[in-house]
């Protein structure tokens, strides 16, 4: 087999494992009264099975990078994909709801695998077609938004075909073709740790590992107020965790994050509160306008998800279009030129306040996904040129982590803005938010340069 044909191929086995994640967010929110007659839930609890996935992917995605770098990305996107197709076999014949959630979040922590150990492997594959990196990592982008759009909408049709098992049980087949597709044509492993258990076990930093994600889960937890009665006493103990992590990370060699150098990385740590501050603003979107559109418009659920497929269509559009431009202009023109877009949206989300017709939600859903489009993949090749090839892994993990807390900070504030429900009142004080959020995404991108070679 010539190269061009298995790097295509290469790429369509990382792109089918990294858009599970996505999915599998995505799909889950349609089975949610099933789940509750099914196990006789009330809805707070049902919400379990959905952030549970939602915190063992965000704690999960640095650490399987990590683990990616020191034992090779293949490796562990084959593990990863392994784990998905066993979980998901036995999720449908968990007795409770519990051992549900579990399932949930090994489930995640297998699709977090994905990602990291793709990008790790995109400078191989890039190398070997002879391309530029942002190709195929615009390819498996696309491939992600694809998958968070059409989630609902498959979910909905194996919920009322099948039943919630089938949500689970059509994870089996597409990782198994991600893991054997990815075996058959990705790049081998170069060499990578080796040595004693005993040993690989203490140069892994497990006490640190522990403080990363307990500190992270802690925190997460407290924002989406997960255990009323407890938010404060959780973001207490997540920042008195956070604070001990630092102090034994910046002592133990080798760290689990070498956070000497991250900071020394100012290229990256821009990307990182660049990319944050921008989910932030996306996901007022994503997930305000359709309550606003609901609750304000009266429109039925199933017309506001139809409503809402402009915004990934056109994403997936735009994200072709800004790999050639920043193979043109460079990242950072098209950067820029992305969040200056994306501030002119969030201002004409203004008139919402005004108007819930059907042709002007249309126009600004579809205007929002080009923003998203053409950020999203020049952020992730900003990331990707900050850092060594022996880091990637762990990168795109925190990088992975930013897009959750940009959508954690989304979802406080809706919260903030809208306690009573979205209204066209509340939603004018998230127009605002978006615009000073826009703001700061624009300072930090000018700030933003490609680190030296």
């Known amino acids: 087999m010539s190269n061009k044909p298995r790097t295509g191929l290469a790429v369509a086995g990382l792109s089918l494992g990294t858009a599970l994640n996505p999915l599998n967010s ?3 929110a349609v089975a949610l009264v099933v789940l509750r007659a099914d196990f006789g ?18 704690a999960g995605q640095p650490l399987m990078g990590r683990l990616a770098d020191r034992f090779g990305p293949r490796r562990m996107f084959m593990l990863g994909m392994g784990t998905v197709a ?11 709801f519990a051992l549900l959630c579990v399932d949930r979040a090994v489930m995640a922590l297998g699709t977090a695998t994905a990602y990291p150990s793709a990008v790790v492997m995109i400078g191989a594959i890039a190398q070997r077609a002879g391309t530029e990196s942002s190709r195929p990592l615009g390819r498996i982008q696309m491939a992600n938004t694809s998958a968070a759009a059409v989630g609902p909408v498959a979910g909905g049709l194996l919920v009322g075909q099948v039943g919630w098992e089938a949500l689970f049980l059509v994870n089996v087949p597409l990782a198994l073709a991600a893991l054997f597709i990815v075996r058959k044509v990705a ?10 258990l005993a040993q690989l076990v ?10 990363f994600v307990g500190s992270l889960l ?4 407290a924002l989406l107020d997960v255990a009323p009665g407890y938010r404060w006493w959780m973001l207490g103990a997540g920042t008195a965790i956070a604070a001990l ?18 900071g020394r990385n100012r290229p990256l740590m821009l990307v990182y509160l660049g990319f944050a501050v921008f989910s932030s603003v996306y996901y007022f979107v994503f997930f305000g306008l359709p309550q606003l559109l609901q609750e304000a418009g009266g429109y039925d659920p199933a017309l506001v998800g139809l409503l809402m497929l402009p915004l990934a269509a056109t994403s997936v559009l735009a994200t072709p279009w800004a790999v050639r431009a920043m193979g043109k202009f460079g990242v950072r023109r098209v950067l820029i030129a992305g969040v200056v877009l994306l501030t002119l949206v969030a201002a004409l989300m203004w008139l919402l306040t005004g108007s819930l017709a059907i042709p002007l939600v249309l126009a600004l859903t579809t205007l929002m996904g080009i923003p998203y489009g053409t950020v999203g993949i020049a952020t992730n090749q900003g990331m990707f040129l900050s850092v060594r090839p022996q880091e990637r892994g762990v990168a795109a993990g925190i990088y992975q982590t930013c897009r959750y807390v940009g959508a954690i900070t989304a979802t406080v504030l809706i919260g903030v803005f809208a306690g009573g429900g979205v209204d066209q009142a509340s939603w004018g004080l998230m127009v605002i938010a978006m615009l000073v959020l826009s703001a700061v995404a624009f ?5 933003w340069r490609q680190r030296a070679a």
Request: charged share 15%.
């Open 41 to 58: 839930l009330d809805v707070a609890t049902v919400t379990w099975v959905i952030t549970s996935f939602y915190l063992a992917s965000a």
């Open 86 to 96: 066993v979980t998901c076999a036995l999720a449908p014949f968990s007795p409770n």
């Open 26 to 28: 995505s799909m889950i």
């Open 187 to 196: 790049p081998a492993d170069g060499v990578r740790e080796r040595g004693s």
């Open 245 to 262: 992590f630092v102090w034994r990370e910046l002592r133990f060699n080798p760290p689990f994050l070498d956070l000497r150098l991250l």
């Open 443 to 447: 300072g930090v991108t000018l700030l």
């Open 218 to 221: 802690l925190v997460m937890m």
């Open 202 to 211: 203490k140069d892994s930093d497990i006490p640190g590992i522990a403080g």
